[in-house]
């Protein structure tokens, strides 16, 4: 392990002694893409009229469009989207700090992927759910973690 790495990891809180800072955190990540999907569905359709209708030949892909920049905004202006901000969780990088723009970037360019890969994603869910920081496959890779924020505050 690299020893750089090792002391970046203890700047996020411990699951074992700090557990309140993951409880329910990973479904409420999936309320928040739940609450967050709509919204960007809802942005799109608001959209679609400053395409001269055109977007409506490429909806999908305007939705991926819209989509991807509206995570990377909130999420570097608050290391949390409007959902994850509805349902009190927030991102933190390895060093504990919070997104910045390429962090939000490479985190949303992550999830892209893993939507795009249905195994991807599939293993995402599952390391979610039974890593003790609720880490999805992005996370994993970036060093990321999502939590409570009232236990932050």
Known sequence: MNPSMHTSQWALPDPETQPEFYSDVPMKRFFAWVLDTVMIALITVLVVPFTAFTGLFFFPFLMLVVGFAYRVVTLTGGS??????????EFRRADGERFDLMTAFLHTFGLTVSFALAILQVISIVL??????????????????????????
């Open 80 to 89: 949390a989207t409007l959902g994850m901000r509805v349902f009190a969780i």
């Open 128 to 153: 979610m759910l039974t890593t003790a920081r609720g880490q999805g496959l992005t996370d994993h890779i970036l060093g990321t973690v999502a939590i409570n924020k009232a236990a932050g505050a």
